[in-house]
């Protein structure tokens, strides 16, 4: 059994690898670490990073804070506050003020915390009619830290942290809302949890009886950070009873894993975990966005999503890099996007394509860029969403005007003269 281990700004000296790094590259870690969330397990380091070109590995950049992620003014900000000495006080004050810069809380997701019999519900989402996002107060941490992740504020601000306890309230809010077909666990990443706090969530779930809750999701990057908590941990073997005992009761039950890179599917450990969750029953989806330095090569997509699918595991959704934290490091335009998506769907069977993409999460919705296109002589984006906050939008094409510079909705603006998108007005009177 392979313990885990994980390191952090205060220890990440202490890692068997680090003197392949010189000085300087470590001082650049403790100034961006200081700003963005850092953490990685001693599996990352172990069986993920290749360590002979760790400048350019994609799992090193997925981790380990990089000197692009800050602008230069943000940098040398905290550099010289480091290198000064200054007190703890005056780090943090400038450390809060840069992270508000960096838009902590993108895609308006403190409008979709349901307020149920006067309460704020802050361990819920419900955004789209079917589908419930639980957040366990357990699951709010990760076995280690995306240098993207939108969530980030999450872990950094503490008052911006979604929690509930109460099985009890989920249950109830999910009575009143027989709309609900589908409960997202996520986080964080509800995978850090012991078996025993899954336990009590999902049997909550099962002893309610809810006629209409028919697939419970568990959103987890665990496959790719701590694959041993689905083979060798110490409740590994009783999570898989507990997921078999879900599929059982005719609960369909998905892991919406999160792989980034091809590579993440070659380890023993990563495919005795797949093999494991897959014989409780319970189907894997993956989900990963589009980041450059990453995985920003229509190769390394179609590499991904055929070796995914021979270890069963079904490709879900491309996303595109969210407005939020280092998003200008790992941007990659929309017109790009679409045309890396494109190249690699075009390189895979029928079999891969239950993938969709590239889209934006952003707060009217799920938005595919279906591609680029010309009509009568005007360059557009055709656009549609996979999932809109009013059901009724979703796959609607609706137009925007061409901008090859273009990396989020916000940047676009409607073809053909008109003031507005279909959908802002209506959006506008959803978040009063
Ligand atoms: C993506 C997402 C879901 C799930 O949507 P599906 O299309 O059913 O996968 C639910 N809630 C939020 C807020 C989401 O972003
Ligand atoms: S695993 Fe998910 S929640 Fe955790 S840091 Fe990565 S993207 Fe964020």
């Known amino acids: 059994m392979i313990k885990y281990r994980s390191y952090s700004l205060s220890n990440f000296r202490s890692i068997p690898q680090i003197d392949l790094l010189s000085e300087e590259q470590k001082f650049t870690i403790e100034v961006v670490g200081t700003v963005l969330p850092f953490k990685v397990s001693n599996y990352v380091i172990d069986e993920l990073i290749d360590w002979d070109h760790f400048e350019h590995d994609p799992f090193f950049i997925l981790t380990f804070p990089q000197r692009g992620m800050l602008s230069d003014e943000h940098f040398h900000e905290v550099a010289d506050l480091l290198k000064s000495g200054a007190e703890n006080d005056a780090i943090k004050r400038a450390v809060e003020r840069i992270r508000l810069q960096l838009n902590p809380n993108p895609a308006g997701q403190e409008h979709n915390v349901p307020v149920f019999h006067g309460e704020r519900l802050s361990g ?32 950094a601000l503490q008052d911006t942290k979604f929690a509930m306890k109460e099985a009890d309230l989920m249950v109830k809010y999910l009575r009143e809302h027989p709309e609900i077909s589908d409960v997202l666990f996520t986080g964080g990443d509800p995978a850090v949890m012991k078996t025993k706090f899954f336990r009590h969530y999902l049997e909550a779930i099962l002893d309610a009886d809810l006629p209409g809750v028919k697939t419970i ?104 890099a969210r407005d939020t934290g280092a998003q200008d490091y790992f941007a990659v335009t929309l017109e790009n996007a679409w045309k890396i998506f494109r190249k690699a769907y075009q390189q895979v069977s029928g079999i891969c394509r239950t993938v969709r993409g590239p889209s934006m999460s952003s707060e009217p919705g799920k938005i595919r860029i279906v591609g680029v296109s010309e009509i009568n002589g005007e360059k557009v984006f055709v656009l ?41 007005e209506e959006l506008v009177s959803m978040s009063d």
């Not at 892991?255 to 450990?269: G, S």
């Not at 969750?277 to 450059?292: D, F, N, V, Y």
């Not at 609607?396 to 603006?413: E, V």
């Open 124 to 155: 819920i989402q419900h955004k789209y009619r079917e589908t419930m996002l639980f957040f366990p107060s357990q699951g709010q941490t990760c076995h280690a830290y995306c240098t993207f992740c939108f969530r980030w504020s999450q872990f």
């Open 384 to 424: 549609n969403f996979i999932q809109g906050r009013n059901p009724d939008w979703t796959n609607r094409p609706f137009f925007a005007k061409y901008d090859p510079d273009a990396i989020w909705i916000s940047d676009l603006k409607p073809a053909f003269g008109e003031d507005a998108f279909f959908f802002e």
């Open 217 to 320: 999701r568990i959103g987890t990057k665990a496959l790719t950070y701590w694959p041993y908590r689905f083979t060798t941990d110490d409740d590994a073997e009783e999570l898989m009873d507990l997921f078999r005992k879900v599929t059982d009761n005719g609960i369909s039950l998905s892991i919406m894993a999160h792989f980034n890179h091809p590579r993440a599917l070659e380890t023993r450990a990563v495919q005795d975990a797949i093999a494991n969750i897959l014989s409780t029953g319970a189907q894997i989806r993956s989900q990963s966005p589009l980041m450059r330095h990453i995985n920003d090569r229509p190769c390394l997509w179609s590499k991904m999503w055929r070796r995914q699918v021979d270890l069963g595991v079904i490709p879900y959704y491309m996303f595109v």
